[in-house]
């Protein structure tokens, strides 16, 4: 039987930069508040969000059968300058590297399972959280304890039952790793990281058309979101928007997290 450590340890070999593994009892609305922010309609013009709701919150509709979710990030460099284009456009196209990085996962593990990434009605980054891999910050975003917001990420949806166990470190990887996440058997676990993020306002502050909520739980009006319009639906912001100099993409709410400096920040 395969275990989580097995699977990351092939993960990296793969050019993966961190690997868990969930399993597959559905998100809570806690966890996920999806419904909620779809009822406010702030995903804006996002139509395709209203689709596929129930599989977005419970990957046994996407895999009948499915026991094991397989989350794996893949990090970028941070911008060398702000403005112009978002950091994660300015390398590969990163779909193709991920899903290529998960076919070849897939191979060497020896499993059947479904690629996901960004295509598919999966919620990649609350599926990382739930796999040990980070916290959702108040901008919404995956927060993870190396790379902070940086990253890319990538699912394999299986029927295969993978043991999950605490995370071995390898002699190349920052020895801190586990010890700035919950468990992954108890994603509900407290984190003081994630403590301290419901009571920073940086992300919130730092967005010029406050579209991050301000109150629990964390939530994106789209409608006010500079990403929005110069990448998922291009066009000129409305009247009263400010684009902070990007024209593709957005990373001033990134920019702003402690977490994606240096000294992570203590209660």
């Keep these: 039987m395969l275990n989580s450590n097995n699977v990351r340890r092939l993960a990296l070999e793969v050019g993966f930069d961190d690997c868990g593994v969930a399993r597959t009892n559905a998100l809570t609305d806690d966890e996920y508040p999806l419904r909620s ?36 990030v893949s990090a970028y460099p941070p911008p060398s300058s702000r403005g112009g284009v978002a950091a994660y456009a300015r390398t590969r196209e990163y779909h193709k590297v991920v899903k290529d990085m998960l076919f070849r996962l897939r191979e060497r593990l020896g499993i059947d399972g479904k690629l996901c990434c960004d295509t598919v009605p999966i919620s990649d980054k609350h599926w990382a959280a739930r796999a040990g891999l980070g916290f959702i910050g108040r901008h919404t975003l995956l927060v993870t304890p190396r790379f902070g917001t940086w990253v890319n990420l990538g699912e394999i949806v299986t029927t295969e039952e993978i043991e999950i166990v605490a995370i ?64 998922h639906h291009p066009q000129p912001l409305p009247v009263g928007l400010d684009a902070g100099g990007y024209t593709q993409g957005c990373d001033l709410c990134q920019l702003a997290c402690p977490f994606n400096h240096r000294q992570t920040p203590k209660n």
Aim: net charge negative; charged share 25%.
């Design 37 to 72: 922010w779809l009822s406010k309609g702030w995903h804006a013009g996002l139509s395709y969000m209203e689709r596929n709701v129930d599989k977005r919150m419970d990957p046994r509709l996407l895999v009948p059968g499915a026991k094991s979710v397989i989350c794996c």
């Design 168 to 231: 071995e470190e390898t002699k190349n990887e920052n020895s801190k790793t586990a010890s700035l996440l919950p468990g992954q058997d108890n994603p509900s676990s407290p984190d003081p990281h994630a403590a301290f993020c419901l009571k920073c306002h940086r992300c919130i502050d730092a967005c010029p058309n406050h579209a991050i909520a301000p109150d629990d739980p964390p939530m994106l009006d789209v409608a006010r979101c500079t990403s929005y319009y110069t990448t």
